[in-house]
């Protein structure tokens, strides 16, 4: 009885230890991915490795590990049945990444970059998959390079001041530039302009103008956020090279102005008077045409009522009116008509005379 209470007490033992026992089982296939929380900063032309690690820590060599950037297909490293995997690598890892290896059966594993680009810059994701089973874990990667150093030069006057340009290439990010006075105080008004070159480096220019003639000296700094380093150069600005401030500059640009209005003015009254005098020439001219257009028309109208005969000759010019009017017969001196014709006929030749007679007939 004892024997049979024993056994069945067992039995139940080990029921209960299998029930217990089949929970821990499915969980040993379940992980959880971790990346690092802050971002990993990589120096320009160095390499970085991009770690994760597993929770809780299992042996990860029959793993599945993938890198990518933003799409899965993005691959940058993919490690895979124990060997790297090279068909869906970006081409601009290939040859330049490789799987620190030294602690995978402790769960942990890291994706080096040698060689490391502007282009390597930004957000990754590292997925371990086991079976059917994955999980997956983001990380940054900021990538940082200091560049030459500033190139500082005169340009040349501009507007009341000196114009001064600063030059750097190299750099990445896009780097901060700053200029300041030989006393350390900032300029805050200057102008400046970023590209990138093949390789998405930086280069700026940026131009400042500085017209206090006792600034001296002036430096440009240009800065690594990141890095927190930065390159500066100082350049000295002769007193001289300003523009000199002559105390005739306002009385000289007051004069320009008032001589300005003035042949603006004089301009205006000699055109008006030029348009007056053309008004009054053509007003006269009309009035004179109106006067000959009078003359002819009166001569017209007389001629043609048979009043007045008028006959030329080489000598003399001789009309005369019916009724015994006076009538110049030469020019300044006036008679009798029966006189200025006959001092006209005593002028006249025979030829011209026998003319005149046919006409009169």
Known sequence: ????????????????????????????????????SDPIVAMLGGDVML????????????????????????????????QEQREEQLAQYAGRTSLVKDFLTQGEAAMRIHKVQAFDNGLYTCLFRK?????????????????????????????????????????????????????????????????????????????????????????????????GQEKVMAIFIPEPFFPQTSPWKPAFMVTLTVLTLLIFGAAYYTKREHTAKQQERQEWEKLHRDKEEDQQTKEKVLKDRGDILVLSSLASCVAFQTGGNLFTCLPGERHSCMQCLSLWIQSLHTPTLLFLMKRLV
């Open 1 to 36: 009885m004892e024997d049979c209470c024993r056994h069945s007490l067992l039995s139940h033992l080990s029921s209960l230890l299998l029930l217990f026992q089949l929970p821990f089982a499915g969980s040993a296939e379940e992980f959880v991915v971790i990346g690092p």
């Open 131 to 227: 079976g059917n089973f994955y999980e997956e874990a983001n990380l940054e990667l900021m990538v940082a390079g200091v560049g030459s150093a500033p190139q500082v030069h005169i340009q040349g006057p501009e507007e009341d001041g000196i114009r001064v340009m600063c030059m750097a290439s190299g750099w990445f990010p896009k780097p901060q530039v700053q200029w300041r006075a030989l006393s350390g105080e900032k300029f805050l008004t200057f102008s400046e302009t970023y590209a990138q070159d093949a390789e998405g480096l930086y280069s700026v220019e940026a131009a400042l103008v500085v017209r206090d003639s006792s600034s001296g000296n002036v430096t440009c700094s240009v800065l690594n956020a990141i890095l």
């Open 51 to 82: 770690p994760c690690h597993l929770s809780p820590a299992m042996d990860m060599e029959n793993m599945e590990l993938r890198w990518f950037r933003s799409k899965f297909s993005e691959a940058a490293f993919i490690y895979q049945n124990q």
